[in-house]
């Protein structure tokens, strides 16, 4: 039984937070706030999208705003985030094991020949 009220309640989170969204969409949040909004899911999601469905349309410009920097921001985070890992051989010694990608940096001491996917050049 204790399953099943489970799932039930899974539900009915899941319904109230589509019918919060679609509150809160009439207000005019950016698509990039929804976005994260629905990524934070049913269970966070719902209560800040509860919590903004009382807002106006100019209360929620700053935050579209911010929104819109957070975009423009992650995207290079991502890359950054990428890439550092990779970028650590060629500035100072790699720990024994960074990532698949990275692991020729790693084991160039142990085998010149490792397969090349980044860091330094064998010599």
Do not use: W, Y
């Amino acid at each position: 039984m204790a399953t099943k009220d489970f799932t039930e309640g899974a539900v009915q989170r899941m319904k109230d937070f589509r019918a919060e969204l679609n509150n809160l969409a009439r207000r005019g949040p950016s698509k990039d706030l929804l976005r994260q909004i629905i990524g934070m899911g049913p269970e966070q999601g719902a209560q800040l999208a509860d919590t903004l469905a009382s807002s106006t349309k100019d209360s929620l410009k700053p935050l579209n705003t911010l929104q819109s920097q957070l975009g423009k921001e992650s995207t290079p985070l991502g890359k950054t985030s990428a890439d550092v890992p990779c970028d650590v051989g060629k500035t100072r010694p790699a720990p024994v094991v960074l990532s698949t990608r990275c692991r020729r940096t790693a084991s160039t001491a142990i085998s010149p020949a490792a397969p090349a996917s980044c860091g330094p050049p064998s010599i």
